[in-house]
């Protein structure tokens, strides 16, 4: 029997090719732009030229007026949320407004608020005073403003490009973004953050034991205030035993805020000193610390400033073991380079000056670090008031302590800090220093502790030096690393200050070091011959004879079918007991596919006639990689006599909601078992969405209807049926990409956008909404009243005049959403380039869809 023809028509329409182009070219949704080239300030492409014979007239016999797309950047006028971007670095999501200009090209037009967020240096452009304070809310094009500026609009990605020459623009680190931009979050969210597994071992005769655990991590944000505070709770059941093991702990409770001026955090409660200068501590207190991530990234760590003469437009390359860091065009005259990334330890930098006409000057910056050294210009510092927090200790001292840290140029860094109890005291001076010749570090620490109790047998008195020197270089011929060389001395009346509160307590035997080297060495071998290295390091004591020595050696290397590495290694302790051992492990991959799995054989021995074989098995699955597995197989000798073999593996499997796992082993006659359950719920003026464990700083999605579309920014996130998703583990005060993937939603909702970016303050719980579109898909058929397909780029609009689509070939139209409300379409100004319409969604027979294509329906515009 055959269908009704008409319902079939109307139910379902597969488009052809040539449709489906126009209908995206004619949507707002996907309309199209020609980025101009931001780089280089090439200008736009010609103007595309449309054959009116191909897209035929309007219904009064006249041409299509498709001016307004025959330029790059075309787009509809209106209001965009679209990613704006400054000379390709991200500023923000801003709205956009775009206007339609009397050569029918719309442009995105800026006022003085959005040019002066942009970095627009208004003191060097000759007609400022064309836009004043006064007028900033008038709309221009950027063009007319600072010569040489361009926009670019692309509607498809919601994305905003700005090309501004560098002389109009304020000078920033790379990297930078401006900390009004930095998201506190929402002003009232928490979270508990949970971690609880169950252990249970089989010692055969000894006994059976099962251990229970559950750490916490509670956190409230009031504003841009951080309270947080973590305790754990453990529980030990022996067999054969009365009672149990149950014990809470209290680890820290404090609330930071952020002192943005300062780039720096405030923290009140528990928390630790810093150890950049003297041994870190937890106290319980207050304190007030640089926050080096509230830099920019090209500002972080050491890096020296370049400084030269450039004769014309130059080119200015840096270049660092070989590899290409930085390069950029300079003006005339002198310039410096002040914002290297921090590239390592050490390394010279070789830069090549490029003039216009070709000539080259080369000349070299050295460059090696240690841990104390600043930019030029640079400081670090930190203040703490507070007691000493050691459950360990019944007497836990007050005290103050203050650092300072301060680059004064590319070669001299100066640091110093002190430490002050009722009886204790500590000072300390050095000075960091760049050379030719190395990174040079050397400082002094002066400490006095007085009243000390009789029992310790070392008087009431102590009075003591402890003297440093660090040192780190590249050899450039040899490629010969040497990451960090130390060297203490202490005297005999030296003490630290957790020694000084462990000798108050007479807790136990406090060693006091007399002696401490450290040396790590890296040496590359030519190219395809691997790399060795040797590490180590020794102590001895005061109060101890004998020392401790430690020290390791080892080559590794990667081929094409996998990596090895071998090593050897010698301990000592100052009891005069040395061992020696050796270790081999070999790595083949069983696939070229990030998800293949990856098999792993290691081997060891050592002096004590110990040894053990493994051989594992690990990798991911899963169309999300929240699927990981590792399994292995050993055997164990003990003393050259004794010996064991046995097996096992665990398994791992991450959702939105929180992450399981499960694992199992045995060993002789010993076995144990393990479940575990991890994640986090987070509390949002949206309502209470469960997650994997969560990070300092978290941004909450929030896409109505988005069911089911997944989170490219972790692995096993989709969107839940409330449309909430939460990604983890965002860098604080960096801009952050965090995506939706549609694959698995309704096809009944549509993502406005798919991507967003965000830079969260530390701690944050940031909201980031995506918008939706819900509604059935459909391709509307649209009529006059005397049959005739309206024209191709007539516009279809909202009752308010809100542009929705455009007319392609045919009189169609893509509309979403939209079924029974009265909308309009206008191809001019004239009442009779105008109409109005509604439709309604076609009856379908169960599964008629289906994948099969989009709905259809037929109205009339009348």
């Not at 054969?240 to 001026?261: E, F, K, V």
């Not at 990174?439 to 047998?457: H, N």
């Given at each position: 029997m055959m269908?009704?023809?008409?319902r079939q028509?109307?139910?379902?329409?597969?488009?052809?090719?040539?449709?489906?182009?126009?209908l995206?070219?004619?949507?707002p949704a996907?309309?199209?732009?020609?980025?101009?080239?931001?780089?280089?300030g090439a200008a736009a492409?010609s103007d595309v030229?449309?054959?009116p014979?191909?897209?035929?007239?309007t219904p009064?016999?006249?041409?299509?007026d498709?001016s307004?797309?025959?330029?790059?950047?075309?787009?509809?006028?209106?209001t965009?949320r679209?990613?704006v971007?400054?000379n390709?670095s991200?500023l923000?999501?801003?709205?956009?407004?775009?206007?339609?200009?009397?050569d029918?090209?719309?442009?995105a037009?800026?006022?003085r608020?959005?040019?002066?967020?942009?970095?627009?240096d208004?003191?060097?452009?000759?007609n400022?005073?064309?836009l004043t304070?006064q007028?900033a809310?008038?709309?221009?094009?950027?063009?007319?403003?600072v010569?040489?500026?361009?926009?670019?609009f692309n509607?498809?990605?919601l994305?905003?490009?700005v090309?501004?020459?560098?002389l109009?623009?304020?000078?920033?680190?790379?990297?930078?973004?401006d900390?009004?931009?930095?998201d506190?979050?929402?002003?009232?969210?928490g979270?508990?953050?949970?971690n609880t597994?169950?252990?249970?071992y089989?010692?055969?005769?000894a006994g059976k034991?099962?251990q229970?655990?559950?750490?916490s991590?509670?956190?409230?944000n009031?504003g841009e205030w951080?309270?947080?505070h973590?305790?754990a709770?453990?529980?030990?059941?022996?067999?054969?035993?009365?009672?149990?093991?149950?014990h809470?702990?209290?680890i820290?409770?404090?609330?930071?805020?952020d002192?943005?001026a300062w780039?720096s955090v405030?923290t009140?409660g528990?928390?630790?000193?810093?150890?950049d200068?003297?041994?870190?501590?937890?106290?319980?207190?207050?304190?007030?610390n640089?926050?080096?991530r509230?830099?920019p990234?090209?500002?972080?760590?050491?890096a020296p400033?370049?400084r030269?003469v450039?004769?014309t437009?130059?080119?200015?390359?840096?270049?660092q073991?070989?590899?290409l860091?930085?390069?950029n065009?300079?003006p005339?005259?002198e310039f410096q380079i002040?914002?290297?990334?921090?590239?390592?330890y050490a390394?010279?930098l070789n830069?090549t000056v490029t003039e216009?006409?070709g000539?080259?000057r080369?000349?070299?910056v050295?460059?090696a670090a240690v841990?104390?050294?600043l930019r030029?210009?640079?400081?670090r510092y930190?203040i703490t008031a507070g007691?000493?927090r050691d459950?360990?200790?019944n007497?836990q001292?007050?005290?103050i302590q203050?650092t300072?840290?301060?680059?004064?140029?590319n070669?001299?860094?100066?640091?110093?800090g002190l430490?002050?109890?009722?009886?204790?005291q500590?000072?300390?001076?050095g000075v960091?220093?760049?050379?030719p010749f190395?990174a040079?570090?050397?400082d002094?620490t002066q400490?006095q502790?007085r009243?000390?109790?009789a029992?310790?047998?070392l008087g009431?008195?102590?009075t003591g030096?402890?003297?440093?020197?660090?040192y780190?270089k590249?050899?450039?011929?040899?490629r010969?690393?040497?990451?960090?060389?130390a060297y203490r001395?202490?005297t005999?009346?030296?003490?630290e200050?957790n020694?000084?509160?462990a000798l108050?307590?007479?807790s136990?035997?406090?060693?006091r070091?007399?002696n401490?080297?450290?040396?790590?060495?890296d040496?590359?071998?030519?190219?395809g011959?691997?790399?060795?290295f040797?590490?180590?390091?020794?102590?001895?004591?005061?109060?101890?004879?004998?020392?401790?020595?430690?020290?390791q050696?080892g080559?590794?290397n990667?081929?094409?079918?996998?990596?090895f590495?071998?090593?050897?290694?010698?301990?000592k302790?100052?009891?005069?007991?040395?061992?020696?051992q050796?270790m081999?492990s070999?790595s083949?991959p069983?696939?070229?596919?990030?998800?293949?799995p990856?098999?792993?054989a290691?081997?060891?021995?050592d002096?004590?006639?110990n040894?053990?074989?493994q051989?594992?098995?690990?990798?991911?699955?899963g169309?999300?990689r929240?699927?990981?597995y590792?399994a292995?197989a050993?055997?164990?000798?003990?003393?050259?006599?004794?010996?064991s073999t046995g097996?096992?593996g665990n398994?791992?499997?991450?959702?939105s909601?929180?992450t399981f796992s499960?694992?199992a082993?045995s060993?002789?006659?010993?076995?144990?078992q393990s479940?575990?359950?991890?994640?986090a719920?987070?509390?949002?003026p949206?309502?209470?969405t469960?997650?994997?464990?969560?990070?300092?700083?978290?941004a909450v999605?929030?896409?109505?209807?988005a069911?089911?579309a997944?989170?490219?920014?972790?692995?096993?996130?989709?969107?839940?049926h409330?449309g909430y998703?939460?990604v983890?583990?965002l860098m604080p005060?960096?801009q952050?990409?965090?995506?939706l993937?549609?694959?698995?939603?309704?096809?009944?909702?549509?993502?406005?956008e798919?991507?967003?970016?965000?830079?969260?303050?530390?701690g944050?719980i940031?909201?980031?909404?995506?918008?939706?579109q819900?509604?059935?898909p459909?391709?509307v058929?649209?009529?006059?009243?005397?049959g005739?397909?309206?024209?191709?780029?007539a516009?279809v609009?909202q009752a308010?005049?809100?542009?929705l689509?455009?007319?392609g070939?045919?009189?169609?139209?893509f509309?979403?959403?939209?079924?029974?409300?009265p909308?309009?379409?206008?191809?001019?100004?004239?009442?009779?380039?105008?109409?109005?319409?509604?439709?309604?969604?076609?009856?379908?027979d169960?599964?008629?869809?289906?994948?099969?294509?989009?709905?259809?329906a037929?109205a009339?515009?009348q």
């Amino acid at each position: 029997m055959m269908k009704n023809p008409s319902r079939q028509a109307s139910a379902c329409w597969m488009p052809k090719p040539l449709s489906l182009m126009l209908l995206a070219v004619f949507s707002p949704a996907v309309a199209w732009a020609v980025d101009a080239n931001p780089v280089d300030g090439a200008a736009a492409l010609s103007d595309v030229q449309f054959n009116p014979a191909f897209l035929g007239k309007t219904p009064d016999g006249k041409p299509l007026d498709l001016s307004r797309f025959s330029g790059s950047g075309a787009a509809l006028p209106g209001t965009y949320r679209a990613d704006v971007f400054v000379n390709m670095s991200w500023l923000g999501r801003r709205d956009v407004v775009l206007r339609e200009g009397n050569d029918h090209k719309v442009v995105a037009c800026f006022n003085r608020a959005m040019l002066d967020e942009m970095g627009v240096d208004f003191s060097r452009l000759q007609n400022s005073d064309t836009l004043t304070r006064q007028d900033a809310s008038r709309c221009h094009e950027i063009g007319a403003i600072v010569p040489g500026a361009l926009s670019s609009f692309n509607a498809g990605d919601l994305k905003l490009d700005v090309s501004i020459p560098q002389l109009y623009v304020h000078s920033h680190a790379r990297g930078y973004v401006d900390p009004q931009y930095w998201d506190a979050g929402a002003p009232f969210a928490g979270f508990i953050n949970y971690n609880t597994n169950a252990y249970r071992y089989d010692n055969g005769s000894a006994g059976k034991t099962t251990q229970y655990y559950l750490g916490s991590n509670a956190g409230l944000n009031i504003g841009e205030w951080r309270l947080r505070h973590n305790a754990a709770l453990t529980q030990q059941n022996y067999q054969n035993q009365s009672g149990d093991g149950r014990h809470y702990q209290s680890i820290s409770a404090y609330a930071q805020h952020d002192l943005t001026a300062w780039q720096s955090v405030l923290t009140v409660g528990d928390s630790f000193t810093p150890s950049d200068l003297f041994s870190s501590v937890g106290f319980r207190g207050a304190q007030i610390n640089s926050d080096d991530r509230m830099l920019p990234e090209s500002m972080q760590g050491y890096a020296p400033v370049v400084r030269g003469v450039a004769e014309t437009n130059a080119r200015v390359s840096i270049r660092q073991n070989g590899n290409l860091i930085y390069e950029n065009t300079v003006p005339p005259g002198e310039f410096q380079i002040n914002d290297l990334y921090n590239t390592g330890y050490a390394g010279d930098l070789n830069v090549t000056v490029t003039e216009a006409d070709g000539r080259t000057r080369q000349f070299v910056v050295p460059y090696a670090a240690v841990p104390q050294l600043l930019r030029a210009s640079q400081s670090r510092y930190s203040i703490t008031a507070g007691q000493l927090r050691d459950e360990s200790l019944n007497t836990q001292p007050k005290f103050i302590q203050a650092t300072y840290q301060r680059g004064l140029n590319n070669t001299v860094t100066v640091y110093g800090g002190l430490i002050a109890a009722e009886h204790y005291q500590a000072g300390m001076l050095g000075v960091a220093l760049n050379t030719p010749f190395g990174a040079l570090a050397s400082d002094v620490t002066q400490s006095q502790a007085r009243d000390l109790p009789a029992a310790a047998g070392l008087g009431t008195q102590l009075t003591g030096q402890s003297y440093r020197v660090t040192y780190s270089k590249l050899l450039e011929t040899t490629r010969t690393n040497f990451t960090v060389a130390a060297y203490r001395y202490s005297t005999e009346g030296y003490l630290e200050f957790n020694s000084y509160a462990a000798l108050i307590n007479q807790s136990s035997v406090v060693y006091r070091t007399r002696n401490k080297f450290q040396l790590n060495v890296d040496q590359p071998l030519a190219e395809g011959w691997g790399h060795v290295f040797v590490s180590g390091s020794t102590q001895d004591y005061w109060n101890q004879p004998g020392r401790d020595l430690l020290y390791q050696a080892g080559y590794s290397n990667s081929y094409k079918w996998g990596s090895f590495s071998v090593s050897a290694g010698r301990s000592k302790d100052s009891q005069n007991n040395n061992t020696t051992q050796y270790m081999l492990s070999i790595s083949i991959p069983l696939g070229k596919q990030p998800t293949s799995p990856l098999l792993t054989a290691s081997l060891s021995r050592d002096s004590m006639h110990n040894g053990s074989e493994q051989l594992s098995l690990s990798g991911s699955a899963g169309e999300m990689r929240n699927i990981s597995y590792n399994a292995y197989a050993s055997a164990n000798q003990f003393n050259g006599k004794d010996s064991s073999t046995g097996g096992g593996g665990n398994l791992q499997y991450a959702t939105s909601v929180a992450t399981f796992s499960a694992g199992a082993s045995s060993m002789g006659n010993t076995s144990q078992q393990s479940l575990g359950v991890s994640g986090a719920l987070v509390f949002h003026p949206g309502g209470v969405t469960a997650a994997q464990s969560l990070g300092e700083s978290i941004a909450v999605i929030e896409a109505p209807g988005a069911e089911g579309a997944m989170v490219n920014n972790v692995n096993g996130v989709r969107v839940n049926h409330d449309g909430y998703a939460v990604v983890t583990n965002l860098m604080p005060y960096r801009q952050n990409d965090i995506t939706l993937d549609p694959k698995g939603m309704n096809e009944d909702v549509e993502l406005q956008e798919t991507s967003s970016k965000l830079a969260p303050r530390s701690g944050a719980i940031a909201m980031v909404k995506f918008p939706t579109q819900q509604g059935k898909p459909m391709i509307v058929h649209l009529r006059q009243a005397n049959g005739d397909n309206l024209p191709v780029g007539a516009s279809v609009q909202q009752a308010d005049g809100t542009e929705l689509a455009m007319v392609g070939q045919g009189g169609r139209t893509f509309l979403r959403g939209q079924e029974g409300k009265p909308l309009r379409v206008s191809w001019g100004a004239q009442a009779k380039q105008q109409c109005s319409f509604s439709y309604v969604s076609p009856l379908q027979d169960a599964g008629e869809r289906k994948n099969k294509g989009y709905l259809q329906a037929e109205a009339v515009c009348q």
